[in-house]
């Protein structure tokens, strides 16, 4: 690695943290605020990413206006989903809303696999394959564009979540649901919107995924295990930390990237993720103090 | 005033008819249920398990095949059900275990041309060595990390198998067996390594369920804080339900290894295997001993009877790919996690309880 | 939702039966009348479903049977929202604040029924600070870093925001320093004073029943003794033997 290769490698890693931290954003949603491990969260980032591919691909929708209908689309997936599953494990043991989230990954990981099977696929980006020369530098407008929407998505969620009286809802709703339902706070309805909100959330960091890279269908528990990881390493607290844990992340991987083989890449960032685990076994805040 | 107590308004006086202040609660608890005898399962396992006995030599091959399947399923399940069924902390990555005894196996088979009932020890002490350092990292926090961390672990294992030449690659690694057997001779051998394995383990899963380690599992799965401080060392106690689960594992995929003659990455750490032994103890019952015995059956054999259905569904011009048989299985675990929690086992225990309360 | 309304507002619960689980009965019958501008106390040991009534009332526990009355309007299977709206708030045990949103954010959330009308909403929100003018300067700090005795304000602003008519309270003094108790008990005069239904639920026996306008006591789950607190007064330690014997 020669030194006149760091900038390039400093752009590319901070676009791909933007990135990471835009597939974290549903799963940090619906376990921050209502403490479910959304174990399905990447079979529904992917699932989107393969509708959004038949938008754009199929139908010839511009890359970018075709996440506002994917993004809505998903969200009335997530009320679905709540109302057939998660509403009813509200009281249940964890590990039964794991096995059922683990059931959901894999029913739809398996339906995603048959409608499209194990292809590897590109987002057709038309205007947005393009790549920006600065200098010697080459930046990719696909990932510029992605990582300025997860950039303004994170913007507005924090502004929604700490400037408005719904947001403060939402946050008290996180820390005790019982007073939020005696303020007159609908706290059933108000769950299951945060639910659908954290679906159509996965379902952008979907749209993400197919501006910035190529995917398969079955391969999303690598986007599990990384957006787990902004997660873990982010905590839930803040929005600005989600965009810093995805950074790093994205540092990482772009520097680790150059000294190893890709394949070593996955094994580092495993490392990490086993780390931070050990590390910040309070890192899920809420989460974590609910039990151990 | 609506203060009604019978003698005038703002005495104080018992309220008429219930002088029971002192009188002692009622004991509202719910008649007790009377069960069956406690020899009666294991004598039902018993049996079970007289029946499978003489079957490699009777049936056919086809079907001796199918019953080996059901008792490796069978094997590992019990080695998930210990920490994931009494436990409560789902390994969703049990593959990598037996994946791990498999090429442990295989290898030492093809390289030091060891033989079956050899390799199996030290395959199982491969599955244990790896848990170590796994459960080190992961048990002492709470079980979404370890069903997450184990989640990702099949990925992790897959892309250090297949970029290791030392481990045979994406190449994979050929087992042989004695070449002088015939195929029936073979698979009676499969099939009664299994079985004698399979009563072993299910012997341990009884001796774990009726023990202060079964119940220090189940403390920690309705209350890890409150067995904590009860004084159950928790971290110990599922370290070792995980290793023993490993290790059962490691022994099953032992067995694979020359089952199949050849393993890969793909296919030794495979998401779908550990999804069946995770659907076979949801079915079966967690937490149950016989459990997995009758998950792995009922999974198993709707599994090869999806696999042959599917495809003949398109004689009928529907045409599927045989994968829909994983919707089913996928389906499937969220239907009896949202209404059939305890599994078949919990509903023959409940049934009972209540038709021979009446 | 107004204090004017709320001279006649009687709360009446009529008796009710109901439980947590199913095989488990906390309340057997239990009947309790709370009339404004007086403090009724609900007194009993543990277990005895004190708190388990307020839930019952405040909409937290549905009856199994029985009814629940405020005037002459059943409430009956409303929830807490609803029976927010109708004036009826709970100020519960323990801590109820929102740590991590701010006293400002506190005091909004509990005027969250206003959400419609964010001047009327914001008129509530000042109304606390001038009724509770230690609030004011703390009004951008988090709710988790306060005092136990500015805590105690807080949730009172909270719970009162809306001016309810009816009051449920839960051991309002349970956890608090000594010197903050009579600040509390003397809240609670004024809130008597101002008109409102109080049902106060406490285990700290002589301040509530010095308070007390009517006493109800509970054993068991089940209505025990009632009358004037006048009666009371000397019954105490017979009382407090009993249960002690319990």
């Known amino acids: 690695m020669s030194l006149s290769q760091l900038p390039q490698l400093l752009i590319n890693g901070m676009l791909l943290g933007c990135i990471y931290a835009g597939f974290a954003l549903g799963l940090s949603v619906i376990l921050g605020v209502l403490k479910v491990v959304n174990l399905a969260h990447s079979a529904v980032l992917v699932l989107a990413t393969l509708c959004y591919w038949e938008l754009v691909n199929a139908l010839g929708v511009d890359p970018l206006l075709s996440i506002v209908p994917i993004v809505v689309l998903f969200y009335f997936f997530g009320l679905a989903l709540h109302r057939g599953v998660a509403q009813r494990l509200a009281r249940e043991h964890d590990s039964t809303v794991l096995l059922a989230f683990f059931g959901i990954m894999v029913t739809i990981e398996s339906i995603a696999v048959l409608i499209w099977t194990t292809d590897t696929r590109n987002v057709r980006l038309g205007y947005l394959g393009t790549v920006l020369r600065f200098w010697d530098l080459n930046i990719a407008l696909s990932r510029v564009a992605a990582a300025v929407l997860i950039i303004l998505v994170l913007t507005v969620i924090h502004l929604l979540l700490t400037r408005t009286l719904t947001g403060a809802a939402i946050r008290g709703l996180s820390e005790n649901r019982d007073v939020a339902s005696m303020v007159g706070i609908g706290v059933d309805r108000l769950t299951r919107r945060v639910f659908a909100a954290g679906t159509a959330l996965a379902a952008f960091g979907g749209c993400i995924l197919g501006l910035a890279m190529p995917f398969t269908p079955q391969g999303h528990v690598r986007w599990l295990a990384w957006a787990f990881l902004v997660v873990i390493i982010g905590g839930m607290g803040s929005v600005l930390n989600t965009l810093l844990a995805g950074l790093a992340i994205g540092l990482t991987e772009s520097i680790v990237s150059v000294v190893l083989p890709t394949q070593y890449t996955y094994l580092i960032l495993y490392a990490i993720l086993a780390i931070a685990l050990l590390v910040r076994r309070t890192g899920l805040g809420g989460v974590s103090e609910r039990a151990v | ?358 | 939702m107004t204090r004017a309304a709320t001279a006649t507002q009687v709360l009446r619960m009529d008796r009710v039966t109901a439980g947590y689980y199913a095989n488990d009965t906390v309340l057997d019958q239990v009947s309790l009348e709370a009339r404004p501008g007086r403090v009724t106390v609900v007194l009993g040991p543990n277990g005895s479903g004190k708190s388990t009534s307020l839930r019952v009332l405040s909409g937290f526990l549905n009856a199994r049977s029985g009814r629940t009355m405020l005037g002459s309007e059943g409430i009956d299977g409303l929830p807490p929202g609803e029976r927010l709206a109708r004036g009826i708030a709970l100020l519960p045990q323990g801590r109820s604040v929102f740590p991590g949103l701010t006293v400002e954010e506190n005091l909004r959330l509990g005027a969250w029924m206003l959400r419609k009308s964010p001047q009327r909403l914001q008129a509530a929100v000042d109304a606390m600070y001038d009724r509770y003018p230690v609030l004011r300067p703390l009004r951008s700090r988090p709710a988790g870093s306060l005092s136990g005795g500015q805590a105690r304000l807080l949730e009172f602003g909270r719970t009162l925001i809306l001016e309810p008519s009816v009051l449920l309270i839960d051991e309002p003094s349970v956890g608090l320093a000594p010197v903050l108790v009579d600040q509390v008990y003397d809240e609670i005069a004024r809130l008597r004073d101002e008109g409102r239904t109080i049902l106060l639920v406490d285990q700290n026996v002589q301040a509530a029943i010095d308070m007390a306008d009517y006493v109800y006591t509970l054993a068991y789950g089940r209505n025990h003794l009632q009358g004037e607190r006048s009666q009371f007064a000397d019954e105490l330690d017979s009382l407090i033997k009993q249960w002690l014997n319990l």
């Open chain 2, 1 to 358: 005033m609506e203060h009604s107590d019978g003698t005038g308004s703002g005495a104080v006086s018992p309220v008429p008819g219930r002088n029971t202040a002192l009188d002692p609660a009622v004991a509202s608890a719910p008649s007790p249920r009377r069960r069956l005898p406690p020899w009666v399962g294991p004598a039902i396992a018993v049996a079970y398990f007289a029946a499978l006995a003489p079957l490699a030599y009777t049936l056919q091959l086809g079907i001796v095949t199918t019953l080996t399947t059901v008792l490796l399923t069978a094997l590992v399940a019990h080695g998930w059900n210990i920490l994931g069924g009494y436990g409560g902390y789902l390994n969703f990555g049990m593959a990598v275990f037996s994946g791990t005894g498999a090429y442990t196996a295989a290898l030492l088979n093809s390289v030091h041309g060891w033989s079956m009932l050899i390799t199996l020890v030290p395959a199982a002490l491969a599955a244990m060595l790896l848990a170590i350092p796994v459960g080190i990292a992961t048990l002492r926090l709470r079980g979404h990390y370890f069903a997450i961390f184990t989640l990702v672990l099949t990925f992790l294992a897959q892309t250090i198998v297949f970029n290791s030449s030392l481990l045979g690659g994406a190449l994979g690694v050929y087992t042989t067996v004695d070449s002088a057997a015939t195929p029936r001779q073979l698979a009676a051998s499969f099939y009664y390594t299994l079985l004698v394995l399979v009563v072993i383990a299910t012997v341990i899963a009884y001796a774990v369920e009726h023990s202060t380690f079964g119940h220090a599992l189940r403390a920690i799965r309705e209350d890890e804080v409150g067995a904590a401080i009860l004084g159950v060392r928790t971290s110990d106690v599922k370290m070792r339900a995980f290793l023993l689960g490993a290790a059962l594992a490691g022994l099953g995929g032992g067995v694979y290894a020359y089952l199949t003659g050849y393993i890969e990455p793909t296919g030794s750490f495979d998401l779908a295997f550990s999804l069946d032994v995770v659907l076979v103890c949801v079915i079966g019952g967690l937490g149950t001993w016989q459990g997995p015995l009758i998950g792995a059956t009922i999974v198993v054999l709707l599994e090869q009877w999806l696999r042959t259905t599917i495809p003949d569904l398109s004689t009928y011009g529907i045409s599927i790919p045989p994968e829909a048989s994983r919707v089913v299985l996928g389906l499937l675990l969220v239907i009896f996690a949202l209404f059939i929690r305890r599994g078949i086992v919990g509903m023959v225990r409940r049934r009972r309880g209540r038709v021979m309360s009446v």
